[in-house]
């Protein structure tokens, strides 16, 4: 490894020294995704994210001479916010670049932790490229994200204390984006204890380590797309990918809805807000893209800054995948009464109407029909199917849902 070399030393170092700096995020017994299910809460961490362990602890091992100078970082969510609060601890000047299009929200944040706010025109990338050249230019410590040992065992104090505090876990489910957050787990669990399983989740729509692990070797994607912005990473680092490798023992994606329902199942069962980055471990545990059955196992939440414009359509997307609203559309004869029938079929069976459309211009296979489109609150599948049945069973053409 580059730097210094990722050491079990280091990662109880770092437990020591950000004690002043973190919050203790306890795990919580979660049965609705298990019997012996557990998450641990880092979306409760101070400024939101898991992202400080690392970067306070790197920051933690700078020379006097460099925290004369500064630290410099490039982020536009989580990290820029977990390096602007631990310089701010130690009293360290912090220079934060961001894409100049940066949510507001998240650019004020930043910039309520002290740090000095850099906005670049252009994207992720041309910002990335702007804080290098000015950490030269400057002679400033730049904190990776993800792939830099330091930052590195600054994650790992998690893997400490999923062990200090439920010493017979016996598996653990971690998000992945750069694999900084994995890595650090993997490698304090597996030291300690290498019969504990470690799986790592990436998004459907950002595969970077699934892909690169998959194939041997680091891969970067063209694009990403994914409400889990936390993790949407093109590129694995080096480090990061050869420590995810070796040590995790297994890792799986997770789609869109999924990641939507598991967001909503935390919400209403456990009254805790997960960005779509943190939820990504629940929707594994939830979907079975890690069985669970009666192991011990912890879902680690990374973060719970979600962006509240987004929130309304991650609700809405959530309650679909868990059945708890559809839509049907209904080809029915065009005459009167069709909408109270109907009505009475949906509210017999405990269903509540939200929204009615109709459509006389809708192709149908009858030109004296018409379409109704309906849209349901329901308890789960199972109620979905039912009113679907008891439709079709009273002559209704359900020509879409």
């Given at each position: ?34 019997k ?77 932790y ?22 030269d ?12 040992p ?29 694999g900084?957050l ?51 990473v093109k ?28 967001i ?9 807000i ?7 471990s ?13 192991k ?94 008891a ?11």
């Amino acid at each position: 490894m580059s730097e210094q070399k990722l050491s079990l030393d280091h990662i109880y170092r770092a437990s020591h020294v950000l004690k002043s700096v973190i919050r203790p995020t306890n795990l919580i017994k979660t049965p609705c995704l298990g019997k012996n299910v557990y998450i641990k809460p880092e979306n409760l961490q101070v400024t939101g994210s898991f992202k400080v362990r690392g970067a306070g602890y790197m920051i933690s091992q700078l020379t006097a001479e460099e925290r004369e100078r500064g630290v410099i970082a490039c982020s536009a969510g989580n990290h820029a916010q977990g390096v602007a609060l631990a310089a701010q601890s130690y009293g360290i000047p912090a220079t934060i670049c961001l894409p100049e299009g940066a949510p507001i929200s998240k650019v004020e944040a930043t910039r309520s932790y002290g740090a000095e706010i850099c906005l670049v025109p252009g994207v992720y990338d041309d910002a990335y490229n702007y804080a290098l050249k000015l950490k030269d230019e400057k002679g400033l410590a730049f904190v990776h994200p993800f792939d830099n040992p330091l930052v590195i065992a600054g994650q790992g104090t998690i893997g400490l204390e999923i062990l200090d505090e439920l010493s017979d876990v016996e598996q653990v489910v971690v998000p992945i984006g750069g694999g900084g957050l994995a890595s650090g787990v993997a490698y304090a669990i597996k030291q300690l204890n290498p019969g504990v399983k470690v799986y790592g989740v990436q998004a459907e729509g950002a595969p970077s380590m699934f892909n690169s692990v998959h194939d041997g070797h680091v891969e970067r994607l063209d694009s990403v797309h994914t409400i889990a912005d936390g993790i949407a990473v093109k590129q694995p680092g080096e480090n990061t990918f050869e420590l995810c490798r070796s040590l995790l023992d297994g890792i799986v994606t997770v789609t869109e809805d999924e990641i939507c329902a598991a967001i909503i199942k935390l919400l209403e069962k456990r009254k805790l807000i997960a960005e779509g980055a943190g939820a990504v471990s629940v929707a594994a545990v939830m979907f079975d893209k890690v069985p669970v059955g009666d192991k011990k196992t912890v879902c680690i939440v990374s973060g719970g800054n979600i962006d509240v414009n987004f929130l309304n359509r991650i609700i809405d997307r959530g309650l679909e995948k868990s059945g708890r609203k559809c839509t049907f559309t209904i080809e029915v004869p065009d005459k009167p009464g069709q909408l109270v029938a109907i009505s009475s079929i949906v509210a017999s069976l405990g269903a509540n109407i939200t929204a009615v459309n109709h459509e006389r211009t809708a192709a149908t296979a009858d030109v004296t029909s018409c379409q109704l489109r309906v849209a349901l609150e329901t308890r789960n599948h199972a109620h979905v199917d039912e009113i679907r049945n008891a439709l079709v069973e009273n002559g209704y053409i359900i020509v879409g849902k």
